[in-house]
Each structure stands twice: as structure tokens, then as C-alpha cells.
Antibody, heavy 124, light 110 residues
Framework: QVQLQESGPRLVKPSETLSLTCSVS??????????WGWVRQPPGKGLEWIAS???????LFNDSLKSRVSISGDTAKNQVSLTLRSVTAADTAVYFC????????????????WGQGTTVTVSS | QSVLTQPPSASGTPGQSVTISCSGG????????VNWYQQFPGTAPKLLIY???QLPSGVPDRFSGSKSGTSASLAITGLQTEDEADYYC???????????FGGGTKLAVL
């Protein structure tokens, strides 16, 4: 059974950098069958995809966040990391780690496994 | 402002049927398959329907999905109180080059 567990600071100051880690068990992030990434949900609002990577080194970013986001995978630790720079109050959200499945042209793309989420507040 | 448009709320009584709509455009729903997620308060979303009408293992067949042109629908028959949740549609957007979500529909089972 695949499980995703997010970890990281719950409180980040404005203008600083948010770093989150997702520990994956039951599935290798090196698998060529899946995308690994992050989705966030501001309080009381809907879901927003942030970024994903594919095992062969292909990364995808939400254009609205691309200039501030980095995503990477540590195959030795089987972890996925997210970095979001220059955060503001608008980045306050629950951040979910997510496993995605899709085909070569994204005619289908869906998230089949979600982490429980971690709440991050941006405040001084 | 979400790329995909859903009604903010829907409701029904136990045993009834309800349909939730999701409207998009040619670069998203018109080109790719649609997924639906169910989310209870304080928990992670759960995949409910994928590739327009496929049910993951364990999802009751009271749930069904369909797509026509640039719109999609989620239908729930035989409503149960435990179906009360938020429902999100999602698909890939060719222009934005990533997955996009609807704003979510809060379903009340009265």
C-alpha cells in the first residue's frame, strides 16, 4: 500500500523560503509509471496544483508559481521535496504530496494517491 | 477564479439522485479526460472517478461520470448521508501545461 507523508515547518515568515518533504513508502519514486508532486489548498478554498516531476527528469510547474518553486526527488531516501521562495500570506495553505498517473500527451492525468497534507501558515 | 466551473453547492435527500456539472473549454475538458475527487472536511481529496467514467477499486457504483464536449458531470444515485462532502473536477489543460481543478461543489444531503 502506497503512503505519502508530508513534513516541514508549520510557520514561515513572509519573504522567507518554505521547504517541505514528502516521504514515500510502498512505491519507488524512481518508477517510470508515476508523477510525484504537490497540490495546495488555501483555507476555505479549492485545490491548486503546484508542480510534479517524472522519473526521467521531466518537471512540470504551475506557471503562476514557476519563478518561485523548485521540486526534486531523492531516490536514496525515496523522498520528494518542494521549495517555495519569497512566500507571502497568500501561500498559507494545506500542502498535499501527490502521486499522479498520466500518458505521454496528458490525454489522461489524475492523482491516485494523496498524502494527508500539512498546514503551512505564512506570518510574522 | 478556477479554470473549470462548478456550481458552489448542490443538495439532495437520502435516496435521491444528484448531478454536479463541470464546465471548461477546448484546451482542457475538450481535449482531455476528466477526473473527480471527493473531499471530507479536514482530510485529503480522494480519487472518485478517473478518465471520465472509470471507478477506482472500492468506489461504489452509485457514482458515475460522463463527458460531452467541453463539459463533464458527476452523478450520484441513491444518495446517502455519508456522501456529504466537497467534490472537485479536474483535467489537464493544454494551454497552462498542467492539471487544473474546478472550484469545488459542496454537496449537502438533507
Amino acid at each position: 500500500q502506497v503512503q505519502l507523508q508530508e513534513s516541514g515547518p508549520r510557520l514561515v515568515k513572509p519573504s522567507e523560503t518554505l521547504s517541505l518533504t514528502c516521504s514515500v513508502s510502498g512505491n519507488s519514486i524512481s518508477s517510470s509509471s508515476y508523477y510525484w508532486g504537490w497540490v495546495r489548498q488555501p483555507p476555505g478554498k479549492g485545490l491548486e496544483w503546484i508542480a510534479s516531476f517524472y522519473s526521467v527528469g521531466s518537471t512540470l510547474f504551475n506557471d503562476s508559481l514557476k519563478s518561485r518553486v523548485s521540486i526534486s526527488g531523492d531516490t536514496a531516501k525515496n523522498q520528494v521535496s518542494l521549495t517555495l521562495r519569497s512566500v507571502t500570506a497568500a501561500d498559507t495553505a494545506v500542502y498535499f504530496c501527490a502521486r499522479g498517473r498520466g500518458n505521454w500527451n496528458y490525454e489522461y492525468f489524475y492523482i491516485d494517491v494523496w498524502g494527508q497534507g500539512t498546514t503551512v501558515t505564512v506570518s510574522s | 477564479q478556477s479554470v473549470l466551473t462548478q456550481p458552489p453547492s448542490a443538495s439532495g435527500t437520502p435516496g435521491q439522485s444528484v448531478t454536479i456539472s463541470c464546465s471548461g473549454g477546448s484546451s482542457n475538458i475538450g481535449s482531455n479526460t476528466v477526473n473527480w475527487y471527493q473531499q471530507f472536511p479536514g482530510t485529503a481529496p480522494k480519487l472518485l472517478i478517473y478518465r471520465n467514467n472509470q471507478l477506482p477499486s472500492g468506489v461504489p457504483d452509485r457514482f458515475s461520470g460522463s463527458k460531452s464536449g467541453t463539459s463533464a458531470s458527476l452523478a450520484i444515485t441513491g444518495l446517502q448521508t455519508e456522501d456529504e462532502a466537497d467534490y472537485y473536477c479536474s483535467t489537464w489543460d493544454e494551454t497552462l501545461r498542467g492539471p487544473v481543478f474546478g472550484g469545488g461543489t459542496k454537496l449537502a444531503v438533507l
